[in-house]
């Protein structure tokens, strides 16, 4: 999504002077796109409301809540019972209740494999089971999800995890950049090594956990191959910018896409959006604590998933080489590279790139009205230039 949530957003003048100063920092155009997420967030649920969902899970009492921002897309909701146990309750509008609940059997099955107990990211509460309930038809079906939020829409209750954000942590005490992204790389190679010996679609399917080319995930990377995406760029009534958008990027992109997916690759459960605000860390040293926002895990190539990371967080706004070895680093000491992953994984950063830049570009060139703004609309560049970027022969080198 590249979108990170602020309380309040500063005025145009004081983003631009904060960017050019910092030395982990984000565009203008990206902390625009932010008030969508903080939009989407301000929805408020009553004390009431929150404890009608919480009874699906406990018979415990709620005391208190508190809505969270940041990295928690959504409605999500701090909570805190009578017996003393914190959890989140997370709202998921614009979900499906099936959508909703293969991401929590994904992610349940991630915490049940992990070999020594120690998840990298939050987990799902299971629904408690009562037979004279309204939910007893939906035993068998939904294990996770509840029905009970006020417009319909899909409830989780997932564990509690204390930290800050790890793209604020790094914003406001830089030299703790490499530690965070060391950390990220070894909690993402924990994620992607709880099923050593790799899924395959059979698997999945058996034990109903969500693939990424049939049930979405992986930045909805099938929707590029099966044209889905191109469909909607051609549907762009602006003919300039959407001829320019296929001339100079995407149509050769869109290609090498089709080429690399097409790989033998190890698949795994993968985060999907594993992105710096996606991540807690101690805000005093900077240690790793869990990953969060489980609305993107399934199961899909593992290599997708770490080249997502890099270029999600290691470019500020340039790449940060420190930040991409400390990243690489942290994931090799707990899963090392295949010799396929190793030489594929700049063009899987360029084509995680192109799933995101081609997200930007239809989202707010084709599905939005026309009073979004003129630079939002041009946010897809930003995206842009960082493919072409990683096409230089000197970067090339200098990575691999």
Request: hydrophobic share 35%.
């Amino acid at each position: 999504s590249f979108l990170i949530s602020y309380p309040s957003l500063p005025t145009q003048k004081v983003l631009k002077k904060e960017i050019s100063h910092s030395p982990f920092s984000f565009t203008t155009t990206t902390i625009i796109m932010s008030a969508a997420k903080i939009r989407i967030a301000s929805t408020s649920h009553s004390f009431e409301d929150i404890a009608s969902i919480l009874a699906d899970y406990t018979n415990a009492h709620l005391v208190n809540q508190t809505q969270l921002f940041g990295g928690y897309s959504g409605c999500s909701y701090r909570i805190e019972l009578d017996d003393d146990r914190t959890y989140v309750v997370k709202v998921q509008t614009g979900y499906s209740y099936e959508h909703a609940e293969l991401m929590c059997r994904t992610t349940n099955y991630l915490g049940e494999n992990n070999n020594d107990n120690s998840c990298s990211c939050c987990l799902p509460i299971p629904l408690l089971r009562k037979d004279d309930d309204d939910n007893a038809n939906d035993n068998n079906k939904y294990t996770f999800v509840s029905k009970k939020e006020k417009n319909g829409a899909p409830a989780l209750l997932l564990t509690y995890i204390k930290g800050k954000q790890a793209d604020a942590v790094m914003r406001e005490y830089p030299h703790l950049g490499p530690t965070v992204m060391k950390g990220i790389g070894g909690g993402l190679a924990r994620i992607h090594s709880a099923t050593s010996n790799g899924i395959t679609q059979e698997e999945a399917t058996t034990n109903n956990l969500r693939w990424y080319q049939s049930d979405g995930g992986c930045c909805d990377v099938q929707d590029q191959i099966d044209g889905k995406v191109l469909s909607d760029i051609l549907s762009c009534k602006d003919e300039k910018r959407r001829d320019d958008f296929l001339n100079s990027i995407y149509t050769n992109e869109l290609s090498s896409l089709k080429t690399e997916m097409q790989l033998v690759l190890s698949h795994g459960i993968t985060h999907g959006d594993p992105f710096a605000d996606n991540v807690l860390v101690n805000e005093l040293n900077g240690e790793f604590s869990s990953f969060i926002d489980i609305e993107d895990v399934c199961i899909g190539p593992i290599l997708f998933d770490l080249c997502c990371c890099a270029i999600g967080c290691c470019f500020t706004p340039v790449l940060d080489y420190d930040l991409l070895d400390a990243l690489l680093d942290g994931y090799t000491q707990e899963r090392k590279l295949s010799q396929i992953e190793r030489d594929h994984f700049i063009p899987f950063m360029r084509l995680t790139l192109l799933c995101n830049c081609s997200w930007r570009f239809v989202k707010f060139n084709v599905k939005s009205d026309s009073s979004v703004p003129e630079e939002v609309k041009d946010s897809y560049l930003e995206l842009q230039r960082r493919i072409e970027y990683l096409h230089d022969p000197d970067v090339i080198q200098k990575i691999n």
